[in-house]
């Protein structure tokens, strides 16, 4: 490819050089550089990439990508010095292209470098504070049981042509998110659904992707420390359906659109009012729906409702008809009935036979770490979820107490350097739905632990809770989960919530691993070795 070519669509300031340089390679990494690359300069929270310059340059560095005049200056000063290390003098210097933005050229640069492969696809894009990792898992599994080979992009996994591959960010960078649908055409995947952080949108990593079909799930405060404020959050999430029906190349793809959106959620009209495609919508409560659960029963492994679907889904699906079925679903809790209508809207969309999709939820299995059940044996329930904001945590303790627990017991905490706003509120969630809770360490991250845990403390006692007696803290999570289990009886159900299908904890100089999942298995072996069912329930540690 040209660097011309690459750069077709891009809105440029200034170009010092020549834009017919063949080049071999795109990235934002300069230690990734390889000769005919292109960099691009990003600035990030933690690092300038101009700052690397000089590296991608002595890489071997075809061109530079840089924003604005202070981009050009950095540039500037770097190739009227003498040859960086690793370049021969003889050597042309890399072409110098000035944009306004190096994140949204990033975006429409890889689509570009890759052949546009979304518009190859069917896209599904899944976005909303919760929901969306089960969701997108769920559309996956609807689809593969109609025989369509679907792509995932998300949080605990990628696939590729039926491959498990491991997952970097919730929403990856532009390069590597095209990277990874291109191999998706390769492999002879038709379809993707993918989980679209709100951090994804507001830093065009996915500029230059075309949605076929956007679901949202809810609305509640997190990441505010990123966004600012809930408003902001939202128009984030928003940019997912404005953009729906639209193409950077001036010609949507062909194929069905739409914007299928929660109506239990009072942001949905506002979304409703801002796409241009048609709007489907799905729901458990009291709000009209397209698709709507009624008569739900939720038991420890398994949810049963009635789904009701209105003809045409009342937005010109001509192709789906109106009709009723009872529904088993493998996964519990009413914020998962609302997942499952999100996911059997998206299939009857794509023309999924309505008995195969509906059949089929019966044998979905969801995301893993997402109410999980731990079985090793144990007379008490024992649960992990990858609850971690106040919404979250509220709608797997409201599953949880809905199966009638004789007590609950949650551990809990928060992680470092993310929303501090939303830690008391964690701690009054944690307070009103949980019988006893134990306050422990999520990811600290750089933070000290108790520091989050005096953050966290206010919640529990707005709520009347008493330290010692309703709650303890403990900042060893490892040892916070063992007096869980060692305070639970027969008949009790365990939480413990924050990092699911995590399998690592971050400290401020450190990762080490760890899996809420197997330390609950070998806390419950340990507690079942150490005593009997009657000694369980004292001495539960930590601070009181």
């Not at 559309?139 to 590729?160: D, F, P, Q, W």
């Amino acid at each position: 490819m040209l660097l011309s070519e690459l750069l077709e669509g891009l809105e440029t300031e200034a170009v010092t050089g020549d834009l017919a340089v063949p080049i071999s390679g795109i990235t934002y990494d300069s230690r990734a550089v390889r000769p005919g690359n292109v960099f691009f300069c990003v600035r990030g929270f933690t690092y300038d990439g101009h700052d690397f310059i000089p590296e991608a340059v002595g890489r071997g560095a075809a061109a530079l990508v840089v924003e604005g005049s202070e981009g050009l200056e950095a540039a500037r000063h770097v190739l009227g010095s003498a040859p960086a290390a690793g370049r021969e003098a003889a050597e042309p210097a890399p072409v110098v292209v000035v944009v306004p933005d190096t994140r949204l050229a990033m975006g429409l640069a890889a689509a570009n470098f890759y052949g546009h492969p979304s518009r190859r696809l069917r896209v599904i894009g899944v976005t909303g504070t919760n929901g969306k990792t089960t969701t997108s898992h769920l559309v996956r599994e609807l689809l593969a049981a109609s025989g369509r080979s679907c792509g995932l992009i998300g949080t605990v996994h990628n696939v590729v042509g039926g491959k498990v591959l491991p997952a970097g960010r919730t929403t990856p960078e532009a390069f590597d998110l095209q990277n990874l649908a291109d191999q998706m055409v390769k492999a002879g995947d038709t379809h993707l659904s993918m989980e679209v952080a709100s951090h994804g949108l507001a830093l065009q990593r996915v500029t230059g992707f075309e949605f076929d079909v956007g679901v949202f799930t809810n609305l509640s405060p997190d990441h505010l420390d990123f966004h600012g404020d809930l408003e902001a959050y939202f128009q984030a999430k928003a940019k997912l359906f404005t953009g729906l029906g639209s193409s950077y190349l001036g010609r949507p793809k062909d194929g069905p659109k739409a914007a299928v959106l929660n109506a239990d959620s009072p942001v949905s009209p506002r979304l409703a009012a801002m796409t241009k495609v048609p709007v489907v919508t799905y729901g458990t409560g009291s709000e009209p729906a397209d698709l709507a659960a009624t008569d739900i029963t939720l038991e420890p492994d398994r949810a049963l409702f009635t789904v009701t679907v209105r003809e045409g889904l009342g937005a010109g699906f001509e192709h789906v008809g109106g009709f009723q079925a009872e529904v088993n679903l493998s996964l519990t809790g009413r914020y998962n009935v609302s997942n499952a209508l999100a996911a059997l809207a998206v299939a009857l969309i794509e023309g999924v036979e309505p008995f195969t999709a509906v059949s089929a939820l019966s044998e979905v299995k969801g995301a893993p770490g997402r109410f999980e059940l731990v079985d090793a044996g144990q007379d008490f329930v024992a649960v992990v979820d990858y609850a971690h904001t106040p919404d979250g945590l509220e709608n797997v303790l409201e599953a949880a107490r809905s199966l009638q627990p004789r007590r609950i017991i949650t551990v809990f905490g928060c992680g470092g350097d993310r929303d501090r706003a939303k830690r008391p509120l964690m701690g009054e969630v944690a307070a009103r739905l949980s019988d006893f809770c134990i306050v422990t360490s999520d990811n600290p991250r750089s933070e000290d632990p108790l520091a989050i845990i005096e953050e966290i403390r206010p919640g529990l006692e707005r709520a009347g809770r008493r330290m010692g007696v309703d709650f303890i803290e403990e900042p060893d999570r490892r040892r916070a989960i063992a007096a869980a289990v060692r305070a639970a009886r027969p008949g009790d159900l365990v939480l413990v919530a924050g990092k699911g299908h995590e399998t690592y904890q971050m400290f401020a100089d450190r990762t080490v691993p760890f899996d809420d999942r197997e330390v609950l298995r070998e806390a419950i072996a340990e507690a079942a070795g150490r005593s009997g069912p009657d000694e369980r329930g004292g001495g539960a540690g930590g601070r009181r």
